[in-house]
């Protein structure tokens, strides 16, 4: 996709998405046989609900129909939040995932597995987990210190949703 049909999709788009209290992250357009794909990626505070894409979709597909950004050949349309595994580039992305684990490639080489605990326009306060019994140890890290950074996926994270399941059994007892 030309750098000029990115930045046109971006206008068209961002304005369609903000409303909705929504940031668009990502547009992606592919070829996918004689179509092509068009994926529109946005992402809230608290997440985004089936509903809210619906609502989404359905606006950004009455904007596209008025408008040649895509131009006159067919396209698939597809309008969704961001997976798990996508790369942490923002302030607000780690924001949104305050609590959970990350990995952490540092700039200067290394690499760092650590809980965000607080995040500021600056970069992050994070609780690195004891090694051998030992007590977990905070660390700030400033974004300018990190090249790349994911969020770890864990089936039992701590605070979690097993967690939190239990106390509401216990709770409608």
Do not use: C, W
């Not at 929504?22 to 357009?29: A, N, Y």
């Not at 894409?53 to 895509?70: F, G, H, N, P, Y």
């Amino acid at each position: 996709m030309s750098t000029t049909q990115s930045d046109r999709l971006r206008k068209l788009l961002e304005p369609i998405v903000a409303p909705a209290g929504m940031d668009l992250e990502d547009v992606k357009v592919t070829a996918a046989g004689s179509r092509r794909q068009l994926l529109v990626v946005v992402d809230a505070d608290e997440g985004v609900s089936l509903d809210a894409i619906a609502e989404v979709t359905r606006a950004v597909s009455q904007a596209l129909d008025a408008s040649d950004a895509m131009g006159g050949a067919p396209y698939n349309l597809e309008v969704s939040s961001p997976g798990v595994d996508r790369p942490l580039t923002e302030p607000r992305h780690y924001r949104r995932n305050t609590g959970r684990l990350v990995k952490v490639q540092l700039a200067g080489g290394g690499e760092l597995v650590a809980r965000i605990t607080a995040v500021d326009e600056e970069g992050l306060d994070l609780e690195v987990p004891g090694v051998k019994g030992r007590r977990p140890t905070a660390r700030r890290l400033a974004f300018t210190e990190i090249a790349k950074a994911r969020v770890e996926i864990e089936f039992n994270p701590k605070g979690g949703a097993a967690e939190d399941d239990t106390a509401a059994d216990t709770d409608e007892s």
